[in-house]
């Protein structure tokens, strides 16, 4: 993507900081025991190539020539003090932010060639819409050869409000004055965008709209933009690539569709969108396409997940029928099967869930008694009456979309949402949420594939 307008724009950060005295406001916190705890990760094979790395690094980002870049996060996460940094109003405590090669160190806010929109707007009530919309033209000069006029107005047509220029911003409503401090920010045609929770003050149907028309305008200029929102949905919709923040740290950085569907962290897969959370251990590991040997007899007659309750019986039967049975012969065969799946397959992983065996799919390298954590997005689950199949009956096992797992639930509360219900849940004492046409009540069986699950975070 290139700015049409103005000069290329590429935006780095590069291991930055902000503290406070005593108090990290970005990055990770720099101490003896950080740096020598090197065994408590439980995430390290998962999480490469997403931002800070280490508890050291400090927070580290590219924003590409053009590119729509989202900071999401909680309140107090450090996606504003970045968004400051980058603009000049704040200095890092240590490490670099770069526009293009240049390091922005000493250079201050109004020789950054940035437009900054407000979390509140900022407009000035005694001077009109078109008067505050060329105060954006005091430190530079129009484009292009143009006049402040004809800035002006040009812009103020870009963000559809071309009859607005002689009203005060008083009369205009709130998302009328937040397109005014956008062409405000855009006025002097900066190479760099930054927008701090612009939408925030908003309702949710005006939000929808403003949101697509700052994403339409983005993608006329082709400007490089950073947006800084703690609205999952609103960061899911307009962005090129989106950064989850955390406690001064880059949890994951992706395109929308990565994040949402391949959380590579616990705080990820919960902060981001509705989902079903899941930890235990691991205990089988297979090839995806071997055949797994049951544990017992008992076992060999019915699906893991219609043994609920029963596991302790069959589990003690499996361990001896291993250990003095064929273990020579199995452990031979397992080897193989996790070896030919390292070359890239999927490996098909039994976990244990509060003494409930549910089947996943995973390319990660596990192994059985590792902990892990996966996720399973509401969408993905299929919901049908306790009684619509016989709880002894085993779930398929061949077909295109084989059910692999089948929870017994018991519906709570269910929220009508229009286009959808969302359900939640009681199962073994805790939540789950699904979605339905309707609301739904009483016992459930709630269905998924192995596929349908996404491995998060191992721990040997």
Same mark, same amino acid.
């Given at each position: 993507?290139?700015?049409?307008?103005?000069?290329?724009?590429?935006?780095?950060?590069?291991?930055?900081?902000?503290?406070?005295?005593?108090?990290?406001?970005?990055?990770?916190?720099?101490?003896?025991?950080?740096?020598?705890?090197?065994?408590?990760?439980?995430?390290?094979?998962?999480?490469?190539?997403?931002?800070?790395?280490?508890?050291?690094?400090?927070?580290?980002?590219?924003?590409?020539?053009?590119?729509?870049?989202?900071?999401?996060?909680?309140?107090?996460?450090?996606?504003?003090?970045?968004?400051?940094?980058?603009?000049?109003?704040?200095?890092?405590?240590?490490?670099?932010?770069?526009?293009?090669?240049?390091?922005?160190?000493?250079?201050?806010?109004?020789?950054?060639?940035?437009?900054?929109?407000?979390?509140?707007?900022?407009?000035?009530?005694?001077?009109?819409?078109?008067?505050?919309?060329?105060?954006?033209?005091?430190?530079?000069?129009?484009?292009?050869?143009?006049?402040?006029?004809?800035?002006?107005?040009?812009?103020?047509?870009?963000?559809?409000?071309?009859?607005?220029?002689?009203?005060?911003?008083?009369?205009?409503?709130?998302?009328?004055?937040?397109?005014? =401090?956008?062409?405000? =920010?855009?006025?002097?045609?900066?190479?760099?965008?930054?927008?701090?929770?612009?939408?925030?003050?908003?309702?949710?149907?005006?939000?929808?709209?403003?949101?697509?028309?700052?994403?339409?305008?983005?993608?006329?200029?082709?400007?490089?933009?950073?947006?800084?929102?703690?609205?999952?949905?609103?960061?899911?919709?307009?962005?090129?690539?989106?950064?989850?923040?955390?406690?001064?740290?880059?949890?994951?950085?992706?395109?929308?569709?990565?994040?949402?569907?391949?959380?590579?962290?616990?705080?990820?897969?919960?902060?981001?969108?509705?989902?079903?959370?899941?930890?235990?251990?691991?205990?089988?590991?297979?090839?995806?396409?071997?055949?797994?040997?049951?544990?017992?007899?008992?076992?060999?007659?019915?699906?893991?997940?219609?043994?609920?309750?029963?596991?302790?019986?069959?589990?003690?039967?499996?361990?001896?029928?291993?250990?003095?049975?064929? =273990?020579?012969?199995?452990?031979?065969?397992?080897?193989?099967?996790?070896?030919?799946?390292?070359?890239?397959?999927?490996?098909?992983?039994?976990?244990?869930?509060? =003494?409930?065996?549910?089947?996943?799919?995973?390319?990660?390298?596990?192994?059985?008694?590792?902990?892990?954590?996966?996720?399973?997005?509401?969408?993905?689950?299929?919901?049908?009456?306790?009684?619509?199949?016989?709880?002894?009956?085993?779930?398929?096992?061949?077909?295109?979309?084989?059910?692999?797992?089948?929870?017994?639930?018991?519906?709570?509360?269910?929220?009508?949402?229009?286009?959808?219900?969302?359900?939640?849940?009681?199962?073994?004492?805790?939540?789950?949420?699904?979605?339905?046409?309707?609301?739904?009540?009483?016992?459930?069986?709630?269905?998924?594939?192995?596929?349908?699950?996404?491995?998060?975070?191992?721990?040997?």
């Amino acid at each position: 993507m290139a700015n049409e307008e103005g000069s290329e724009m590429r935006l780095t950060l590069e291991g930055v900081r902000k503290e406070y005295g005593d108090t990290v406001a970005l990055g990770g916190r720099e101490n003896a025991e950080s740096r020598l705890d090197t065994g408590t990760g439980t995430d390290s094979d998962l999480r490469t190539g997403t931002g800070t790395d280490s508890v050291t690094d400090g927070v580290s980002f590219e924003v590409d020539d053009g590119e729509f870049f989202t900071l999401v996060g909680p309140s107090g996460c450090g996606k504003t003090t970045t968004l400051r940094l980058v603009a000049g109003f704040d200095s890092p405590t240590s490490g670099t932010v770069r526009f293009d090669d240049r390091a922005m160190r000493g250079v201050p806010p109004e020789d950054r060639d940035v437009g900054v929109v407000f979390q509140n707007y900022a407009l000035f009530p005694h001077l009109s819409v078109a008067e505050n919309v060329a105060y954006g033209l005091k430190f530079a000069d129009p484009p292009d050869g143009e006049t402040r006029e004809e800035r002006v107005t040009s812009l103020l047509e870009l963000v559809d409000l071309p009859d607005a220029g002689d009203r005060d911003p008083d009369e205009l409503s709130g998302g009328q004055q937040q397109r005014v =401090a956008l062409a405000r =920010a855009l006025a002097p045609d900066p190479d760099l965008l930054l927008l701090d929770e612009p939408m925030s003050a908003l309702d949710a149907r005006l939000r929808e709209r403003l949101r697509m028309q700052i994403k339409e305008i983005q993608s006329t200029l082709g400007i490089t933009t950073l947006y800084v929102t703690h609205d999952q949905e609103e960061a899911l919709a307009i962005s090129d690539r989106v950064a989850v923040m955390n406690d001064g740290r880059i949890e994951q950085i992706g395109t929308p569709q990565a994040v949402y569907r391949r959380p590579e962290s616990r705080f990820v897969a919960e902060f981001v969108g509705d989902n079903n959370v899941f930890g235990g251990t691991v205990v089988d590991v297979r090839a995806s396409n071997a055949q797994s040997r049951p544990r017992s007899a008992s076992e060999a007659a019915e699906s893991p997940l219609e043994m609920e309750g029963l596991r302790g019986e069959s589990d003690d039967a499996g361990v001896e029928e291993r250990e003095t049975g064929d =273990a020579g012969t199995q452990d031979l065969e397992a080897e193989a099967s996790v070896r030919e799946s390292e070359s890239g397959r999927s490996r098909a992983v039994t976990v244990d869930v509060e =003494a409930v065996d549910i089947r996943i799919e995973t390319p990660v390298p596990v192994s059985a008694g590792d902990h892990v954590v996966f996720c399973v997005r509401p969408e993905k689950m299929r919901v049908r009456d306790a009684g619509d199949r016989p709880t002894g009956e085993r779930a398929p096992a061949e077909g295109p979309d084989p059910v692999s797992n089948a929870l017994e639930a018991t519906v709570s509360e269910s929220e009508f949402l229009g286009d959808s219900t969302r359900t939640h849940l009681r199962w073994k004492g805790r939540e789950l949420t699904v979605r339905t046409d309707d609301p739904i009540s009483g016992a459930v069986r709630v269905e998924f594939t192995a596929a349908d699950a996404h491995l998060v975070e191992r721990s040997e």
